[in-house]
C-alpha cells in the first residue's frame, strides 16, 4: 500500500497514515490466514509455495520415553547444552544446563558473523557438550538447530539457508549433524550418540505435548518466527508427522514500503518475508525506518544514530512499550540511541504510539498464520486447540501474547474459548532430549 502525504504533515495525520498502512482489521486477518491454508497446502503438495513444510520425521511424543540425554539448542545468539533425564513416566528431570553466547561481548571470538566458519561454530558448540558430559557415561544426543533444513530422515538435516542474518561459513547446504559429529570426534566424545535433528518450533510442540492433550502446534516468537504442527497424514509416509513451516518465510503478508526496504538492505532479500515483518531480531530495524520517515516529515530531529543499522533492540522496543504516562523509558532509549534530549511529551508519545503499532501488527499476523494453521488441521474447528508457543516477544514483549489471543478472537469467532496459546518454556531443549529418546529406541 502506498500513501501519499499532504504537504502540511503534523503529528497527528502522520500517525493516522502509518495506522492505516499498520493495522491489520479482522477482514485483513482472515485473508492472510486464507492465503496462509494455500500456500500450507501448495507446500505440503510439493507445488511451488513460500511455506517450505519440510518434514521433520517425528510424530508426537507418547510420554513413556525413557533415556540419559544431552540435547543441544542452537538457535542464533546463545547456544544451550542440557543434560537431561527422561524417566519413561512423563517425568522429564533436567540435571544440568550449560548457556554460552556465541558471539562473546568483550569480543573475543564471533562465531556467527562474517569470517566465521563452520569449523569454528561446530568445534565451540561440541566444547561445550565436553563441559557437560560426565566421563564413562554414554549419551543420545538430540539438537535443536533453529534453521531452514531438509531433512531426510530424523537424523539426516542439510541446512538450506542461513536466516537472522547469520553468515558462518561452509554450512548452507551441509549436513549439520556430521558437521557436529565430525567435531565431538575429534575432541574424543564417542560416548555421545547423534541421534536426531530438529527445528525449534519442532522442539517446542514435542516439550509441550509430552505432558499436555490438545497441543498440535508449536511456534517460536523470538529473534525469528517460525511454526510447525502436526500433519496427521503426512504424504511422505501416511502417518502422523510434524511438519516445520518456515512460516518466516510466508510471503502473503501486506507488505509496506518500510518493509521492502528492510528486505532489500538485508543479508538475503526476497527470503523470510513474514519474518522481517516484526521478529524480534527485525521490529527494532522497522520503527527505526519510520523514524527516519519522520525525521524526513521534519517531525522529529535528523540524527547520526538514524542511519546505525540495529541500533535499536527488541528489548528496547519492549522499554518503550511497556512505558508509563511519563514517558521515560522512550525519553531514556531515544536519547541513548539516537542523542535525542528534549523531545517533548507530544513526540516521545508519537514514537511510543508507532512502536506499539507495528508491535501489534506482528502479534496479529502471526495470529492469522496460526488461524491458517488451525483451518488446516481442523476445518470444521469443533476441536480444542492450545499452541505453544516459546521466545522473547512472545514471553516479554508487552501486551504480544494478549494481541495475539484477540486477533485469534477476532478471526475466528466461532472457535473462541477453544482455542489458546501457551507459554512453552525452553520447550526447544527439552524436546530435543524427547526426540534423541523417540529416535534411540525405535533404532533398537
Ligand atoms: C528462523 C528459522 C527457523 C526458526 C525460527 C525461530 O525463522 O529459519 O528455522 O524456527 O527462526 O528460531
Redesign the pocket.
Known amino acids: 500500500m502506498h500513501v501519499s502525504l499532504p504537504a502540511d504533515m503534523d503529528l497527528n495525520t502522520y500517525l493516522d497514515l502509518r495506522k492505516r498502512e499498520f493495522y491489520l482489521t479482522a477482514d485483513a486477518l482472515r485473508s492472510v490466514a486464507a492465503d496462509f491454508v494455500r500456500a500450507m497446502e501448495s507446500g505440503l503438495a510439493g507445488r511451488p509455495s513460500s511455506l517450505r513444510m519440510l518434514p521433520s520425521f517425528l510424530g508426537s511424543p507418547s510420554g513413556r520415553e525413557h533415556d540419559s540425554v544431552i540435547a543441544i539448542d542452537f ?2 545468539t546463545n547456544i544451550r547444552v542440557l543434560e537431561v533425564e527422561l524417566d519413561g513416566n512423563g517425568g522429564v528431570v533436567t540435571k544440568r544446563i550449560l548457556r554460552a553466547p556465541l558471539v562473546d561481548p568483550a569480543g573475543a571470538y564471533d562465531h556467527l558473523g562474517a569470517g566465521s566458519n563452520a569449523e569454528g561454530l561446530f568445534g565451540f558448540i561440541a566444547d561445550r557438550v565436553a563441559e557437560i558430559a560426565r566421563p564413562g557415561v554414554s549419551y543420545d544426543l538430540g539438537h535443536t538447530f ?3 533444513c531438509r531433512q531426510t530422515g530424523v537424523n539426516e538435516a542439510r541446512l538450506i539457508f542461513w ?2 542474518e547469520i553468515r558462518t561459513a561452509g554450512v548452507e547446504g551441509e549436513d549439520v549433524g556430521q558437521l557436529l559429529d565430525r567435531a565431538l570426534a575429534s575432541r574424543g566424545l564417542s560416548q555421545v550418540r547423534s541421534r536426531a535433528i530438529l ?3 519442532v522442539g517446542t510442540l514435542l516439550a509441550a505435548a509430552f505432558t499436555r492433550p490438545h497441543v498440535a502446534i508449536g511456534s ?1 516468537c ?5 511454526t510447525c504442527y502436526l500433519e496427521p497424514v503426512h504424504p511422505l509416509t501416511g502417518r502422523p508427522m510434524i511438519v ?1 513451516m ?1 512460516s ?2 510466508f510471503d502473503a503478508a501486506p507488505q509496506t514500503r518500510f518493509d521492502r526496504e528492510l528486505d532489500e538492505a538485508s543479508e538475503r532479500p526476497g527470503t ?1 518475508r513474514l ?1 522481517k515483518m516484526g ?1 524480534g531480531r527485525y521490529i527494532g530495524e522497522i520503527v527505526r525506518r519510520v523514524l527516519i520517515d519522520m525525521a524526513a516529515e521534519g517531525l522529529l530531529p535528523v540524527s547520526a544514530g538514524l542511519s546505525r543499522r540495529d541500533v535499536l533492540s527488541g528489548p528496547e522496543v519492549g522499554a518503550i512499550l511497556a512505558d508509563g504516562a511519563g514517558l521515560e523509558a522512550t525519553a531514556a532509549t531515544l536519547a541513548s540511541c539516537f542523542g535525542w534530549v528534549s523531545l517533548g511529551d507530544e513526540r516521545l508519545a508519537a514514537v511510543r504510539t508507532v512502536v506499539g503499532l507495528l508491535v501489534e501488527r506482528s502479534a496479529r499476523l502471526t495470529a492469522a498464520t496460526f488461524c491458517g494453521t488451525l483451518l488446516h488441521i481442523d476445518p470444521p474447528l469443533s476441536g480444542e486447540h492450545v499452541i505453544a508457543v516459546d ?1 522473547s516477544l512472545y514471553e516479554k514483549m508487552p501486551y504480544y501474547a494478549g494481541w495475539i489471543q484477540q486477533a485469534i478472537d477476532e478471526t475466528l469467532p466461532a472457535a473462541r474459548g477453544r482455542v489458546g496459546t501457551m507459554l512453552a518454556k525452553d520447550g526447544s531443549g527439552i524436546g530435543a532430549a524427547i526426540a534423541a529418546a523417540t529416535a534411540a529406541a525405535s533404532e533398537v
Open positions: 538457535g542464533g533453529s534453521f531452514p536466516t537472522k527445528n525449534d518450533t517460536i523470538g529473534t525469528g518466527h517460525n516445520n518456515e518466516g518465510n523470510q519474518e521478529s521466545g
